[in-house]
Protein backbone atom coordinates (compact mmCIF):
# COMPACT_ATOMS: atom_id res chain seq x y z
CA UNK A 1 0.00 0.00 0.00
CA UNK A 2 1.03 3.90 -0.92
CA UNK A 3 0.24 7.02 0.22
CA UNK A 4 -1.62 9.27 -2.38
CA UNK A 5 -2.80 12.47 -2.10
CA UNK A 6 -6.23 13.62 -4.00
CA UNK A 7 -5.32 16.91 -5.92
CA UNK A 8 -7.49 19.28 -7.00
CA UNK A 9 -7.87 21.66 -9.76
CA UNK A 10 -6.27 24.10 -8.19
CA UNK A 11 -3.08 21.78 -6.96
CA UNK A 12 -3.82 21.53 -3.81
CA UNK A 13 -4.81 18.61 -1.45
CA UNK A 14 -8.23 17.74 -1.14
CA UNK A 15 -7.89 14.05 0.44
CA UNK A 16 -5.18 11.69 1.85
CA UNK A 17 -5.68 7.88 1.13
CA UNK A 18 -3.84 4.71 1.30
CA UNK A 19 -4.49 2.54 -1.51
CA UNK A 20 -2.46 -0.38 -3.87
CA UNK A 21 -0.30 1.15 -6.69
CA UNK A 22 -2.90 -0.34 -9.23
CA UNK A 23 -6.38 0.22 -7.86
CA UNK A 24 -5.44 4.23 -7.98
CA UNK A 25 -5.73 3.96 -11.43
CA UNK A 26 -9.48 2.99 -11.04
CA UNK A 27 -10.25 5.60 -9.10
CA UNK A 28 -11.69 9.50 -10.66
CA UNK A 29 -9.33 12.33 -9.82
CA UNK A 30 -5.46 12.69 -10.26
CA UNK A 31 -3.39 11.61 -7.53
CA UNK A 32 0.02 12.16 -6.43
CA UNK A 33 2.14 9.32 -4.58
CA UNK A 34 3.42 10.65 -1.53
CA UNK A 35 7.60 9.81 -1.45
CA UNK A 36 10.20 10.63 0.47
CA UNK A 37 11.30 12.83 -2.47
CA UNK A 38 7.86 14.65 -2.74
CA UNK A 39 7.85 15.37 0.89
CA UNK A 40 4.97 14.47 3.12
CA UNK A 41 1.31 16.38 2.25
CA UNK A 42 -1.99 17.22 4.15
CA UNK A 43 -4.86 18.14 3.32
CA UNK A 44 -4.82 22.54 2.63
CA UNK A 45 -1.07 21.26 0.98
CA UNK A 46 0.20 22.45 -2.57
CA UNK A 47 1.02 20.27 -4.93
CA UNK A 48 4.35 21.96 -7.43
CA UNK A 49 4.41 19.43 -10.51
CA UNK A 50 7.42 21.45 -11.75
CA UNK A 51 9.32 20.22 -9.40
CA UNK A 52 7.12 17.22 -7.87
CA UNK A 53 6.89 18.45 -4.25
CA UNK A 54 4.05 19.22 -1.81
CA UNK A 55 3.96 22.63 0.05
CA UNK A 56 2.47 23.34 3.69
CA UNK A 57 -0.11 26.17 3.86
CA UNK A 58 1.52 29.61 4.18
CA UNK A 59 0.88 30.90 7.97
CA UNK A 60 2.22 33.82 7.87
CA UNK A 61 1.99 36.65 5.19
CA UNK A 62 5.87 37.79 5.29
CA UNK A 63 7.66 34.27 5.28
CA UNK A 64 8.80 33.44 2.07
CA UNK A 65 9.03 29.92 0.11
CA UNK A 66 12.41 28.43 0.45
CA UNK A 67 12.74 27.08 -3.20
CA UNK A 68 15.75 24.78 -2.25
CA UNK A 69 14.00 22.55 0.40
CA UNK A 70 10.34 23.97 -0.38
CA UNK A 71 10.00 25.30 3.25
CA UNK A 72 8.26 28.64 4.41
CA UNK A 73 10.96 30.79 5.99
CA UNK A 74 10.55 34.08 8.56
CA UNK A 75 11.97 37.00 7.16
CA UNK A 76 14.53 36.92 10.36
CA UNK A 77 15.92 33.69 11.40
CA UNK A 78 14.64 31.90 15.03
CA UNK A 79 17.26 32.08 17.66
CA UNK A 80 19.02 28.55 17.74
CA UNK A 81 18.37 28.20 21.65
CA UNK A 82 15.26 28.14 23.86
CA UNK A 83 11.26 28.51 23.15
CA UNK A 84 9.79 30.92 20.55
CA UNK A 85 7.48 31.60 18.75
CA UNK A 86 6.54 33.65 15.66
CA UNK A 87 4.95 37.31 16.27
CA UNK A 88 3.43 38.46 12.98
CA UNK A 89 2.86 42.00 13.69
CA UNK A 90 6.05 42.73 15.19
CA UNK A 91 7.75 40.87 12.39
CA UNK A 92 10.10 39.13 15.24
CA UNK A 93 10.55 36.05 17.07
CA UNK A 94 9.37 36.18 20.73
CA UNK A 95 11.07 33.71 23.97
CA UNK A 96 8.46 31.72 25.36
CA UNK A 97 9.27 32.06 29.06
CA UNK A 98 7.59 29.90 31.78
CA UNK A 99 5.91 31.25 35.05
CA UNK A 100 7.64 28.89 37.05
CA UNK A 101 10.30 30.94 39.13
CA UNK A 102 13.12 29.23 41.63
CA UNK A 103 12.92 29.75 45.37
Known sequence: MSKYAKINSDNIVENIILCDDLQILL???RYIKITDSTKDA???YS???DVDKF???KLWDSWSLNE???EWEAPI???SSGNYYWNE???????LVSGI???
Open 89 to 95: EEGSWIE
Open 77 to 79: QKP
Open 42 to 44: EIG
Open 47 to 49: YHS
Open 27 to 29: LDG
Open 101 to 103: TEE
Open 68 to 70: ETY
Open 55 to 57: VSK
